[in-house]
């Protein structure tokens, strides 16, 4: 397969995902559609996952694992929290497997980590903005608060992971993974505070989104490392 018919190939993907993502926040958004997010919602991810299977090439066997597991965490986490409504065990097994997606995410930044990239000015802006976030939730969170304060934590160490890629991997490959661990803490933080705090006008598109475009830079920046693509 050329460069140019592989490009070609990816642009359409982007395409056929954004109308999935379109799809899935038509139906979050309106009660007569609902029910369709059961298909919808793990589309998402289960499109990801193909394209990732397709251009994987080049990949090394333990990168390429953990990026699996990775991304069915995050498809297992979407399924469950399509029934939150039903029981909270369901959010808290949602977040279980967001935690391992974001753990399995940090084994992989790190396998390419730049041993003499210095991060504390990023490491103390994260650990401030957690700090904030968890001031604002904490009256709030109830039982909540342990798996509340785990989760947090996990998700800084991810964001500082892919900080810590850059010069190891290409200048693309680098501001892709980075870009989206950002996207990833502010889909996120818009959940908890949603969640937690107060409710926010159309939340469902802001986290859906964050999430979706998240993912998306991950994967593709993960797969850029070796310039598999484009």
């Not at 289960?46 to 990026?67: A, C, E, Q």
């Not at 279980?96 to 399995?104: E, N, P, Q, W």
């Not at 993974?177 to 802001?206: E, K, R, T």
Request: aromatic share 14%.
């Amino acid at each position: 397969m050329s460069k140019k018919t592989r490009n070609q190939g990816i642009v359409v993907f982007v395409i056929v995902y954004i109308i999935i993502v379109i799809c899935d926040l038509i139906c979050s958004s309106n009660e007569a559609y609902s029910d369709l997010r059961n298909i919808t919602k793990p589309s998402i991810l289960g499109s990801l996952i193909t394209f990732f299977l397709v251009h994987r090439k080049g990949l090394g066997i333990s990168i390429f694992g953990l990026m699996i597991l990775a991304l069915l965490f995050s498809l297992a986490g979407d399924i469950l929290l399509l029934f939150v409504a039903q029981s909270q065990l369901f959010f808290i097994a949602g977040l279980v497997m967001f935690l391992l997606a974001h753990v399995m995410y940090i084994l992989v930044f790190l396998k390419k980590h730049n041993k003499h990239k210095k991060n504390r000015i990023f490491l103390i802006l994260t650990v401030a903005y957690g700090v904030g976030l968890f001031y604002l939730l904490y009256p709030w969170l109830g039982d909540m608060l342990i798996p509340v304060i785990v989760y947090m934590i996990v998700i800084l160490l991810m964001s500082n992971a892919s900080y810590l890629r850059e010069k190891r991997v290409s200048q693309m490959s680098f501001f892709m993974v980075f870009i989206g661990s950002l996207f990833f803490m502010i889909s996120d933080s818009i959940l908890a505070f949603n969640m937690f705090y107060q409710p926010l006008l159309m939340s469902n598109v802001w986290i859906m989104t964050t999430y979706a475009t998240a993912q998306l830079l991950i994967v593709c920046g993960v797969l850029r490392q070796k310039n598999q693509i484009f």
